[in-house]
C-alpha cells in the first residue's frame, strides 16, 4: 500500500484498519443536501447514513463545498453517520448579513452549529482551511471533539509559489489599473476550464478523476457564478486565513495544536502545490496525541485522490481511540 509512516520521531506508525470497505465509485453522486438550522445558524450539509454512537463531521477547504468529502464519506459510511458542511459563504450555505469571515469566524460558528445539534463529541474531519478551523474549534471547544482527522492543514505557508495559483493571471487581476482588464478575462473562464484547473492545482494526477466528478466540480462552479455571496466569501476566507497566519501569541496556530489532547491523525500528501508536505512533521509533533501519515503520488486532496487509504487510516484512528491504544 503506497503510505509512508517511516518517519522521526516523536512520530509513530499510523495503524490502518482492516476493516472492510466498500469499493470506491466516482460514479455515485453526490450524497443528498438540506439546510439545517442550530443555535441561529444554518448551513446547508450532506448527510451519510452509518452505524455508531459518534457522528463524523466533515468540514471543507477554501473554495471548496461539502461535496469534496462524497467519496471518503461513503467509505466511512457503515462506521458512523456522517454530516458534512458547506461554510457559512460556501456550497449553498448563505451567509448572515455582516458575516467577517475570519478564521475565529468560522471556527465558533460550525462550533456554535454543532453544539446546538446536541451530538456531543464528534469525529472531525477537516482539509486545509477547514483544518485551520478545526485546529481553533478543537482548542477552545475540546468538549465537542472525540477524535481530529486533519487533511493538508493550511497551516502557515508564506512560501512564494506560484504553482499555489489555479491560474497565474490572478495575480495581475489584483494589480491597480491592468488588473480590471485581466479580471475581465478571467470571468470569461468556463465552469469546466475551473473545474479543470482546480483539479490540475489540487491533485497529483488529475486523469484519475471521473468524468462524472469533474461534471459536478463544474456544476457548481456555475452555481456559484450566480450566487452574490461566493466571490466576497472566498476572498474575505483568503484574507482571515492569512491573517491567522501572520497572528503571534496565544492566537499563533502552532501554539493551538498543543492544547488539543483528543487522537488526532494528519495525513498529508508529498505533492500537495498548496501547503507543503514539510510542515507535516511539525503539525503532528505538536499534538499531544497526534499522528501523521504521508501518502506518496497525492496532492491537496487525499480525501479525494485516495479516499480508501484515508478511510482505513481514519478507521485505525477511531479504533485506537475507542480502545485506548493510540
Known amino acids: 500500500m503506497d503510505v509512508v509512516t517511516s518517519l522521526p520521531a516523536p512520530i509513530t506508525r499510523v495503524p490502518l484498519s482492516s476493516a472492510t470497505l466498500p469499493p470506491v465509485d466516482q460514479s455515485s453522486p453526490a450524497w443528498p443536501g438540506e439546510d439545517v438550522e442550530s443555535n441561529g445558524i444554518t448551513l446547508h450539509v450532506r448527510r451519510t447514513p452509518g452505524e455508531g454512537d459518534v457522528t463524523a463531521v466533515y468540514v471543507h477547504g477554501l473554495g471548496g463545498s461539502a461535496t469534496n468529502w462524497t467519496d471518503l464519506a461513503g467509505q466511512l459510511?457503515?462506521?458512523?453517520?456522517?454530516i458534512a458542511v458547506d461554510l457559512p459563504g460556501f456550497g449553498r450555505s448563505q451567509p448572515p448579513a455582516g458575516y467577517p469571515y475570519?478564521?475565529?469566524?468560522?471556527?465558533?460558528?460550525?462550533?456554535?452549529?454543532?453544539?446546538?445539534?446536541?451530538?456531543?463529541?464528534?469525529?472531525?474531519?477537516?482539509?486545509?482551511?477547514?483544518?485551520?478551523?478545526?485546529?481553533?474549534?478543537?482548542?477552545?471547544?475540546?468538549?465537542?471533539?472525540?477524535?481530529?482527522?486533519?487533511?493538508?492543514?493550511?497551516?502557515?505557508?508564506?512560501?512564494?509559489?506560484?504553482?499555489?495559483?489555479?491560474?497565474?493571471?490572478?495575480?495581475?487581476?489584483?494589480?491597480?489599473?491592468?488588473?480590471?482588464?485581466?479580471?475581465?478575462?478571467?470571468?470569461?473562464?468556463?465552469?469546466?476550464?475551473?473545474?479543470?484547473?482546480?483539479?490540475?492545482?489540487?491533485?497529483?494526477?488529475?486523469?484519475?478523476?471521473?468524468?462524472?466528478?469533474?461534471?459536478?466540480?463544474?456544476?457548481?462552479?456555475?452555481?456559484?457564478a450566480k450566487q452574490a455571496w461566493a466571490n466576497p466569501a472566498l476572498a474575505q476566507s483568503t484574507v482571515g486565513l492569512i491573517r491567522s497566519w501572520l497572528a503571534g501569541g496565544s492566537r499563533s496556530v502552532w501554539r493551538q495544536l498543543p492544547h488539543i489532547a483528543v487522537p488526532s491523525l494528519v495525513v498529508w500528501g508529498t505533492e500537495d502545490k498548496l501547503v507543503s508536505v514539510r510542515k507535516a512533521p511539525r503539525t503532528a509533533?505538536?499534538?499531544?496525541?497526534?499522528?501523521?501519515?504521508?501518502?506518496?503520488?497525492?496532492?491537496h486532496v487525499a480525501q479525494m485522490e485516495r479516499p480508501a487509504t484515508v478511510a482505513r487510516a481514519v478507521l485505525g484512528l477511531w479504533e485506537g481511540a475507542r480502545d485506548g491504544t493510540w
Open 285 to 299: 509533533e505538536l499534538l499531544p496525541r497526534g499522528k501523521l501519515l504521508v501518502l506518496p503520488r497525492t496532492g
Open 77 to 82: 459510511a457503515g462506521h458512523a453517520p456522517g
Open 102 to 224: 475570519t478564521i475565529d469566524a468560522h471556527a465558533d460558528a460550525v462550533a456554535n452549529w454543532l453544539r446546538g445539534l446536541e451530538l456531543g463529541p464528534v469525529h472531525l474531519l477537516a482539509n486545509s482551511m477547514g483544518g485551520t478551523i478545526c485546529i481553533h474549534l478543537a482548542a477552545r471547544h475540546p468538549d465537542l471533539v472525540r477524535t481530529l482527522t486533519m487533511i493538508s492543514p493550511a497551516v502557515p505557508d508564506l512560501r512564494p509559489d506560484p504553482r499555489r495559483m489555479s491560474d497565474p493571471r490572478m495575480v495581475l487581476a489584483m494589480l491597480p489599473v491592468i488588473g480590471n482588464g485581466v479580471r475581465r478575462q478571467l470571468a470569461q473562464i468556463s465552469p469546466r476550464q475551473r473545474a479543470t484547473q482546480m483539479l490540475n492545482l489540487c491533485f497529483a494526477d488529475p486523469s484519475g478523476v471521473s468524468q462524472e466528478r469533474l461534471e459536478e466540480t463544474a456544476n457548481e462552479y456555475a452555481e456559484r
